[in-house]
């Protein structure tokens, strides 16, 4: 397997992807939005035999330092539950880290996220319609360098109710 960034050729299969896991049409739209708005800051592949097998994305927040979100994050239903997903989230916060940002957020299942760094209790003190048990934060250097703030996801997460 080969994971890297995603280029203009692999949309169309990342689209593919995205439908097939995802019981509505709003999270492929949600990933066409974020590349058309700019908020799209790290786009990756997963690729096997030369097929597109799995995608991540991480986008632009709004928060009182330079924050990601992650999501969504698509594995090919048929390529689920053999790693993929986990290897492209720990190479998109790996790029994350390299290009400087100093955390990500992500809205999730805290017993799956917290594997890769995530800790609800850095999220806590942030104030976000996305605030809650689910809402986590990772900070490369592990504090994160306020604690406190408002945050939310780049514009086109709105769309997703």
Same mark, same amino acid.
């Given at each position: $397997? ?20 995802? +019981? ?19 786009? $990756? ?11 991540? $994305?991480?986008?632009? $927040?709004?928060?009182?330092? +330079? ?9 090919a239903p048929d390529r689920q539950r ?11 916060? #790996? ?9 990500v957020f992500v809205l999730g299942d805290?017993?799956?996220?917290? #594997? ?15 605030a809650g048990p689910h809402l986590m ?17 780049? +514009? ?6």
């Amino acid at each position: $397997m080969i994971i890297r960034c995603e280029e203009p050729a692999d949309v169309p299969e990342i689209r593919k992807i995205v439908e097939a896991v995802f +019981p509505t049409l709003a999270e492929a739209r949600l990933v066409e939005q974020l590349r058309s708005d700019g908020d799209a800051v790290i786009s $990756m592949i997963a690729v096997e035999s030369g097929f597109v097998v799995g995608h991540v $994305m991480l986008s632009k $927040m709004g928060a009182p330092f +330079p924050a990601l979100g992650l999501g969504p994050v698509a594995v090919a239903p048929d390529r689920q539950r053999k790693g993929i997903g986990g290897s492209l989230v720990r190479s998109a916060l #790996k790029e994350a880290e390299k290009e400087g940002w100093l955390g990500v957020f992500v809205l999730g299942d805290p017993d799956l996220y917290q #594997k890769f760094g995530f800790d609800p209790a850095l999220a806590s003190g942030f104030t976000s319609p996305y605030a809650g048990p689910h809402l986590m934060a990772l900070s490369f250097n592990g504090t994160l360098p306020v604690a406190t703030g408002i945050i939310d996801y780049a +514009p086109a997460f709105a769309a997703l109710g």
